[in-house]
């Protein structure tokens, strides 16, 4: 009998909380503020702080830090404005530091 496995997921590292699914990754090649990120189309159970202007290392950027909705860790940032015309594509999506979620069901 065959078993049945689920989307394979990313989790919160602190507590478990199911945050953005593998499906979603836009890409793996991002730097976030503790190393590497991914950058995600879409995150689920996540709270979104207030909105603020960035220098990051592709420009201006108005972000808002993205925390896990159970434990309130800070796991990354959400794009709500690029200036830069050819930073627009990251508009309403979502950064994800690699440290600061697990794989599940891999």
């Not at 995150?43 to 950027?61: F, Q, S």
Request: aromatic residues 10%.
């Amino acid at each position: 009998m065959a078993e049945l496995v689920g989307p394979r997921l990313y989790s919160c590292c602190n507590c478990r909380n199911h945050v953005a699914l593998h499906d979603d990754v836009i890409s793996k090649a991002f730097q976030g503020r503790h190393g590497r990120a991914f950058l995600f189309s879409h995150a689920m159970n996540v709270g979104i702080g207030a909105k603020e202007d960035r220098n990051l290392m592709t420009g201006l950027h108005t972000v808002a830090d993205v925390h896990c909705s159970d434990c309130r860790e800070v796991l990354g940032w959400k794009y709500e404005r690029a200036y830069e015309e050819t930073q627009k594509y990251k508009e309403g999506k979502f950064i994800l530091e690699k440290s600061k979620i697990v794989k599940e069901n891999w």
